[in-house]
């Protein structure tokens, strides 16, 4: 009878009888590459949206208002069961709700969200339940910002005065990663590693798992978004629960990569061709890791400046606005100062004008009248300006001296308008110069935000030193090896690939046997509930190790892909429900029971057809008990009696949901 290893010596023992080396040199190959035993069974955590919340302005459009919205209302939460976000008609937030919900579990601000609507919002939070713990991700920003390099983004865990910050600062990369590092803890989910000759290593981590919770219509995957790399077998491996996935996975990449290096050894000395190879590769991450390590990053201190300036910055650009309106003020005050001196100016040389003019004609002494041509006295002039009056007509003269006073008060207000222009210009001159230092002071502001984050986002290793000290002991002795080799009396060195393969297969075999019967009841499942959600004539499912699901359907033998639209979209929603039904019955698996459909009616359904979905659906969420799924649709009377009432958000007529 075959021995099974049952922990993790004895698995690298049988990888050791196998590989025909010692146990030590298995658990060298084993630490280069990362590689760590996982055999312990899984226990499912819950995962549940509690709440979301918005706040900020609507601009352009029919509806333009501040927003104030949360969902269910006061201190409601949602827990288990069906809930709807429903609207009679299209483009009333639905899919932006879902979309906000997806990128609140992610920390990927803006997402998929729509530039309008997020333009519009100055906060969102989402609040999750994972088990009883309660998680919120809130971000915040100016309401019109569209750059997401200007949100504010904020990770807490608990409640009340147990409430503490996991991570606060731009919304950004770092965010991003704390929300992702944090699911994948809570969770205890592994990364999938995967290695190709054309694209070398990749990895796969929280986002690709979290896509497999949000199905907008029918997918090449029964599971998530992610087709490359063999991610969406890895994630149903996951989701089951089997044991040493994570393991399996870490050692068919590593295999993959040693082959894939090894073949480009000189094949003059095959033996120390390896190992000089690895020698090299040894120095060059020792050298790389020690150029990174050069400088080592305060973070506790980048993250309390960074608070504190992005304290400052609402300061600043409350300077910056105060500067401008001040300008705009005393340019205006300028401009009309300006047009009052002119005017007064004007008024001025006109009255010299009509004084000039006055004089002119006056001493003008005609010899003759002008109308009859009879000559004049010139005795007559002197009568006449000896009394003050026009020798012509005999009206009194009027004095030159009666427009003086008046000149001069014109010219008095010259100098006082141009007095009071010159003090508005050095004014505006002084407030331009502050609109300007303001403007500095807030671009200098930013800028040293926007190192600060760059620095917080640098891949800084904190076992740095310890891996520096490894790398070191690990390249000497490759070089005492390389000596021994060319020696005549030299001990083989296992090369890295012959041991992965047999670490590979070691590790393959101990969940193949549980990977067969979970698959064959996960498939059971699957098949019975998309009989119950509306897929015609299925006879039988078979999911095959290697992510094939095999359907048999009115005699005839197809695959998920050969589905219908309607059909693949009930087959992967039976999936995600089947895997939580099984796990419930194993007592084991690690699918987190949220399911998110977005408008899938959409998908050659009727009315009724959906309707009906909806209710089978409902059903098995009842049986199940502990599933959440959430649903976007638009409002069809046989629908609103599906989902309960309390559980509903309902947009009427032309209304939006937020």
Known sequence: MKATPTNADDWVGTIATKAKVSPEEVQAVLDRHGILPQAALPRR??????????????????????????????????????????????????????????AALRGEFPGNVKPDVWGWLSLVEVAFRIDATLYRVRVEKDAGEVDPRMAWGTLSRGEGDARIDLYAGPADKPF??????????????????????????????????????????????????????????????????????????????????????????????????????????????????RARSATRVDRPRLRLDLVARDRETMRLRAAVTLAEERVDTLDRQASAARESVAEVKRTLQQMRDELAAGMVFRRLRPVCCPSCDNGLDAKRYDTAEGGGTCALC?????????????????????????????????????????????????????????????????????????RVRALEAQAEQLRE????????????????????????????????????????????????????????????MHWSGNNVLAIRQGGADITFSDLSPGENLRVRIAAAL??????????????????????????????????????????????????????????????????????TLHAEGSRFLF
């Open 176 to 289: 991003e990663k704390a929300v992702a590092d944090n699911m994948m803890e809570e969770f205890g989910f592994g990364s999938f590693h995967a290695f190709n000759k054309a694209n070398g290593p990749r990895t796969h981590g929280w986002n690709a798992i979290a896509t497999s919770f949000f199905v907008h219509g029918p997918g090449t995957a029964v599971f998530g978004n992610v087709t490359r790399d063999g991610v969406p077998l890895r994630l149903l491996q996951m989701f089951m629960g089997l044991p040493w996935i994570t393991t399996y996975s870490a050692a068919s990449t590593a295999f993959k990569k040693a082959s894939a290096e090894g073949g480009k050894a000189s094949s003059a000395d095959p033996a120390t061709g390896r190992l000089a190879e690895r020698l090299k590769a040894t120095e060059q991450e020792l050298d790389d890791l």
């Open 481 to 540: 090896i390389i000596a021994e080799v060319a020696a005549p009396a030299t001990a083989a060195v296992p090369d890295d690939a012959a041991v992965l393969r047999q670490v590979e297969k070691v590790t393959q075999e101990l969940f193949g046997e549980l990977q067969r019967d979970v698959l064959k009841e996960v498939s059971d499942e699957v098949a019975a509930l998309s009989h119950r959600f509306g897929v015609q004539h299925v006879e039988s």
């Open 45 to 102: 955590r819950q995962l549940r949206v509690a709440w979301i919340a918005l706040a900020g302005r609507k601009q352009g459009t029919d509806d333009d208002r501040d927003i104030s919205f949360r969902w269910p209302d006061g201190d409601g939460e949602m827990g288990a069961g069906l809930w709807a976000f429903l609207s009679d008609r299209n483009s009333r937030g639905k899919s932006s709700l879902l979309n906000l919900i997806q």
């Open 578 to 647: 089947a895997v939580v039904a099984v796990a419930r019955r194993r007592r084991f698996g690690r699918y987190p029971g949220l399911l998110v459909l977005d408008s899938p009616r959409s998908q050659e359904m009727t009315d009724d057809d959906f309707a009906a979905l909806m209710a089978s659906v409902q059903e098995v969420i009842n049986e199940a008990g502990d599933a959440q799924v959430i649903v976007g649709a638009a409002t069809k009377p046989t629908l609103l009696g599906v989902v309960p009432g309390q559980q």
């Open 394 to 466: 005999g009206e009194k003269h009027v004095e030159e001296d009666d427009d003086g006073p008046r000149i001069d008060d014109l010219q008095a207000d010259v100098r006082e308008a141009e007095q009071v222009v010159a003090r508005l210009n050095a004014e505006l001159a002084a407030a331009r110069k502050r609109l300007r230092e303001a403007e500095a002071e807030r671009d200098a502001n930013q800028t040293r935000i926007g190192e600060i984050a760059a620095e917080l986002a640098s891949a800084e290793d904190p076992d740095a030193e310890f």
